[in-house]
């Protein structure tokens, strides 16, 4: 999936996006032009640990589906774009 002609302003926090053969997750609301696919509720930056992030280079991350009251109940929160 190609990369968006006019990047966003303002991505969420936790949005999954695709560009070319490559996923990644938003650890912060900052601009980008990512297809957006979904989000979740995992905060990918751990402030209390020694690396962290919540994953790390080369790990394989599984993605499945859930509502939106499941997303909340894993500490989801929405904001506007």
Known sequence: MPRKS???LKV???SVGIAGSQ???YPSA???GWQIVGRTPSKMVDWDSESLALA???DRIKFRS???EEFIS???QFDEL
Do not use: E, K, Y
């Open 6 to 8: 006019t990047p966003r």
């Open 56 to 58: 790390q280079i080369g």
């Open 66 to 68: 859930i509502d939106r």
């Open 12 to 14: 969420p926090v936790g």
């Open 74 to 76: 894993l500490g989801g």
């Open 30 to 32: 900052t601009p980008g």
């Open 23 to 25: 996923t990644a997750i």
